[in-house]
């Protein structure tokens, strides 16, 4: 135990030296980086204040030349005293340069600070000129001699120092622009590298941290973590575990020992969890075909339930007119035979008309049982739909309308029960003529897309909003405008839907109001190889 705790110290020991170290060497890299930091920042503020002092002392000296250029034409001179004060002013802003660039050499001593002070005695001499010549001009105005000084501030154009002393100070302006941006982009790049290497020092030291940490508790706890990881193993059943071979032989029989026991305690566990696996398999199995059955029974009383809503609610109206017909032929006064027929073909055509609707109603609801009654085969729909085109023509031209029907694929085939296919066409072309304006046209366009067959009925009648579209589906169901412009039982589209989804397609409807609608049927095509077979 005592070396133990003398191994221990020794390494933990180790572990604080060697975080210390990395962490003062951090500490003094960025101790480090601050200082060169402050020291652009430095630099910048110095360099700006030069700037300032140049731009000051240009600014100064156009505008006194501009003074005495204007003065001269004016002929007016300035009082001494002002011209005095101008001229101190001159002599200060000079001052001020050549003490900021004092600044900059008791700062960093460098050549470069050395070359702006001869810059700097350079534009003095030209300033000390400029107010020599200003002074002369100005004696030359107050005596009077007008003339002579036209004369004195040509020369003194033409001599340039005006130029001369721009391009000294623009020049200066420039290397004090370059000095600052050269600070500038030196703090700028000595702060992204700070903020760039600060993240992987830290990553660094957290990595060498952890391994430290990591390669010292493993050292230290091998054994003793080796069996209590063992013992709790076997304590949650995980008696597939194995404790691995120990250096330390009290260790290594002790966990001999728990092997074994895991082991013996497996093969036992092994035989019941396989038979409890193959029990609960058989539940399951019996489970899901419960499942499934209870399911298809609620859908069946689903299905059932609506059903007889639908027909008590749609075979009231046909009921109570054959139950009206009959009773007045019953009750009331003898009349003529011809008013016995027509009573009669009124109770027939209710009683086809309830036959129809039990028969579109069944079919829906076997559909939603998933039990359709189809008689399929291979279907031509290119001569399907041209021959109920020239069926329908014949209604179309009651009401001045026309059907341009367009196949633009005359081997298209599918396969399905052609009466019922004939039956959704029928129902869309129908609807499209009842729903279209006098004189309008319905175009009726047949045509392949990849493995698909598309058929489109359009019209440009009433049309439909998007909201109805959802809805026309619905049984039972007819838009505001439908009811007003055409009668119907509000089950043709659910018909439709029905027949269309039992051969595996789609049948989708879109519309604008006052423009007009389009249903459009979409079923897989008939592989070529099968219609050939």
């Not at 060697?18 to 980086?33: E, K, N, P, Q, V």
């Not at 200066?172 to 992987?200: F, G, R, W």
């Not at 609608?517 to 592989?527: D, K, W, Y």
Request: with cysteine; net charge negative.
């Amino acid at each position: 135990m005592a070396m133990l705790k003398t191994r221990f110290s020794r390494k933990l020991h180790l572990v604080f030296a060697t975080m210390l170290a990395i962490t003062l060497g951090l500490s003094w890299y960025f101790l480090d980086s601050v200082k060169w930091y402050e020291y652009d920042v430095q630099r910048i503020a110095l360099a700006n204040n030069v700037l300032q002092g140049y731009q000051e002392l240009s600014r100064l000296t156009f505008e006194q030349y501009s003074e005495l250029n204007s003065g001269v034409y004016r002929s007016e001179a300035l009082e001494p005293g002002v011209l005095e004060m101008q001229d101190r002013r001159l002599r200060h802003a000079v001052s001020e340069v050549r003490q900021g660039i004092g600044a900059e050499v008791a700062f960093d001593n460098s050549v470069h600070q050395l070359g702006e002070l001869e810059a700097l005695g350079a534009i003095e001499r030209v300033v000390e000129e400029f107010i020599r010549n200003r002074l002369l001009i100005n004696e030359t105005l107050a005596g009077g001699r007008k003339d002579e000084a036209l004369s004195l501030m040509q020369r003194l154009d033409e001599t340039g120092i005006v130029g001369h002393f721009s391009q000294l100070v623009q020049n200066a302006i420039n290397d004090q622009k370059l000095e600052v941006e050269s600070a500038e982009q030196e703090s700028i790049t000595l702060a992204h590298y700070i903020t760039s290497v600060l993240p992987v020092f830290m990553a660094m030291l957290a990595i060498l941290t952890i391994s430290i940490v990591a390669i010292f508790s493993r050292s230290i706890n091998r054994s003793v973590g080796a069996l209590h990881e063992g013992a709790r193993a076997f304590t949650a059943g995980n008696l597939s575990h194995r404790i691995p071979a120990l250096r330390e032989r009290e260790f290594a029989r002790l966990g001999e020992a728990f092997n074994a026991m895991a082991r013996q305690l497996f093969e036992h566990r092994r035989d019941l969890h396989e038979a409890n696996i193959t029990l609960e398999a058989k539940i399951e199995e019996r489970t899901r075909a419960l499942r499934s059955s209870n399911q298809k029974l609620a859908n069946v009383d689903v299905n059932r339930r609506k059903l007889l809503a639908d027909i008590s609610h749609e075979f009231r109206t046909p009921l109570t007119v054959i139950r009206g017909e009959a009773e007045i032929a019953l009750r009331g006064k003898s009349r003529s035979r011809e008013e016995y027929r027509d009573s009669f073909r009124r109770i027939v055509d209710q009683a086809d008309h309830t036959t129809r609707l039990v028969d579109d109603l069944l079919f829906i609801a076997r559909a939603d049982a998933g039990e359709p009654r189809l008689t399929m085969r291979t279907v031509s729909l290119c001569g399907v739909l041209e021959t109920l085109c020239e069926e329908f023509s014949a209604k179309a031209e009651q009401r001045q309308n026309t059907i341009e029907y367009t196949c633009m694929d005359d081997k298209a085939t599918v396969h399905g029960d052609a009466g019922r296919l004939r039956q959704v066409f029928a129902i869309l072309l129908d609807n499209a003529l009842r729903y279209s304006e006098e004189g309008d046209k319905v175009e009726v366009v047949m045509g392949r897309k990849d493995k698909e067959i598309e058929i489109r009925f359009t019209d440009h009648g009433i049309g439909l909003t998007d909201d109805e579209a959802e809805l026309a589906f619905e049984r039972f169901y007819r838009g505001s405008k439908a009811e007003e412009h055409s009668p119907g039982n509000g089950l043709g589209l659910p018909v439709a839907k029905a027949i269309i989804e039992a051969h595996d397609g789609r049948i989708q409807l879109q519309g604008v109001p006052g423009e007009g609608a389009t249903a459009t049927v979409i079923l897989p095509a008939e592989s070529r190889l099968r219609v050939v077979a």
